[in-house]
């Protein structure tokens, strides 16, 4: 059985699979912001990183996809600059690294390319093994993941339909 530690790290180097790399980019987007902020799995559960920044950062997901691409765009360069200000500085450097990965996502995203989100994902994954006991950070990836199947497939069931 492959530890929790080594899918997370084959995630990122791309021998397998990471959620949210495919799907609509609305499913894709929300998935992220609850990355930030959910409650039980989200980067708001790591010190250093406070509700309102979860907050605020997964708001800005949610209106990736919708939103004004200049007034998004000016938004996500500020959090770029933020996330670079404190990465060094909070108890967990990924959670700040995942915030610097959304905002290349999203110019990726509003300039019309692909984005794959692994970076953003497997740099919240490694925020949860560097500050919580393992067994917590498992549970909270493994919850992480199952609501991104769920949330994924129940996405691709109403486009069927």
Same mark, same amino acid.
């Given at each position: ?50 509700? *309102?920044?979860?907050?605020?950062? =997964?708001?800005?997901?949610? %209106? ?6 200049? $007034? /998004?765009? +000016? &938004? ?7 996330? *670079?200000?404190?990465?060094?500085? =909070?108890?967990?450097?990924? %959670? ?6 959304? $905002? /290349?996502? +999203? &110019? ?18 490694? %925020? ?30 109403? %486009?069927?339909?």
């Amino acid at each position: 059985m492959t530890s929790l530690v080594d899918r997370v790290y084959f995630m990122a180097t791309g021998q397998l699979e990471s959620p949210a790399t495919e799907g609509p980019s609305a499913v894709r987007w929300g998935w992220i912001a609850d990355l930030y902020a959910h409650p039980q799995w989200g980067l708001v559960t790591v010190p250093g990183f406070s509700q *309102a920044e979860a907050q605020t950062v =997964a708001s800005l997901c949610r %209106a990736t996809p919708i939103g004004s691409v200049d $007034s /998004i765009s +000016a &938004r996500w360069n500020v959090f770029e600059q933020l996330a *670079a200000i404190k990465l060094d500085r =909070a108890p967990s450097d990924y %959670a700040w690294a995942a915030v610097a990965n959304s $905002s /290349i996502d +999203a &110019r990726d995203y509003l300039a019309g390319g692909d984005f794959s989100g692994v970076e953003t994902v497997t740099s919240a994954f490694w %925020a949860h093994l560097t500050v919580h006991p393992t067994a917590v950070a498992e549970n909270r990836i493994s919850t992480a993941i199952e609501a991104w199947n769920t949330r994924f497939h129940s996405s691709t069931r109403g %486009a069927a339909a």
